[in-house]
């Protein structure tokens, strides 16, 4: 079982859109989740971050997590074709500052 | 805070060459990152220093991959008698002690091609 879990899409919505974005991780001591987005050809960048149970919202974005679930998930709302970019969801393991990336999901909004 | 500088941005090489690359976090964070990326896939975690010591290399480097960070500054990743399969993009980060919320800033990488 791979230690961060994403489903690689693409996952396609239109414009307007809310778009929900998943991922399971295995480290049950796993205290803190980010969400990052990367642009083909780019670096990726911090959108979210999440350590307590529940939702987070940030503008049009909002994180959730279950940690008894082991569950991250970002919601994109009103999507734009400029959210069109592979996800990142990153864990941090317990123990260390080591923070394991999954292997990303592509989002295309569609105009 | 001119971010987190990655040189060079290409290095195209032949296969058993020595390749080094270095980066420069932001000036204030003592921990620095070194990731791996392939084309469709996350960063895949290589080492990490927080200042000068190196707290954690990943099981998965074979002892051709090395890395320093004197002084706390900047890093330098060394790649010895490169394979084709070290082709990929190689991103440095940076952060500063932080609890919950430590954030990691991200070079812009240094893609490889071994030929």
């Known amino acids: 079982q791979k230690e961060v879990e994403q489903n690689s899409g693409p996952l396609s919505v239109p414009e307007g859109a809310i778009a929900s974005l998943n991922c399971t991780y295995s480290?049950?001591?796993?205290?803190?989740f980010f969400w990052y987005r990367q642009y083909s050809g780019k670096s990726p960048e911090l959108i979210m971050f999440i350590y307590s149970n529940g939702d987070k919202e940030d503008g049009r974005f909002t994180a959730q997590l279950n940690k008894a679930s082991q569950y991250v998930s970002l919601l994109i709302r009103d999507s734009q074709p400029s959210d069109s970019a592979t996800y990142l969801c990153a864990v941090s393991t317990s123990g260390t500052y080591k923070y394991i990336f999954g292997t990303g999901t592509r989002l295309k909004v569609l105009a | 805070d001119t971010g987190v500088s990655q040189n060079p941005r290409h290095k195209i090489t032949k296969r058993g060459q020595n390749v080094t690359f270095r980066c420069d976090p932001i000036?204030?964070?003592?921990?620095l990152y070194w990731y791996r990326q392939t084309l469709g896939q996350g960063p895949e975690f290589l080492t990490y220093f927080q200042n000068e010591a190196q707290l954690e290399k990943s099981r998965l480097l074979s002892d051709r991959f090395s890395a320093e960070r004197p002084k706390g500054s900047f890093s330098t990743l060394e790649i010895q008698r490169t394979e084709q399969g070290d082709s990929a993009m190689y991103l440095c980060a940076s952060s500063v002690n932080g609890e919950l919320d430590e954030k990691l800033f991200f070079g812009s990488g240094t893609q490889l091609s071994v030929l």
């Open positions: 480290d049950r001591g796993s205290q803190s």
């Open positions: 000036s204030e964070h003592n921990r």
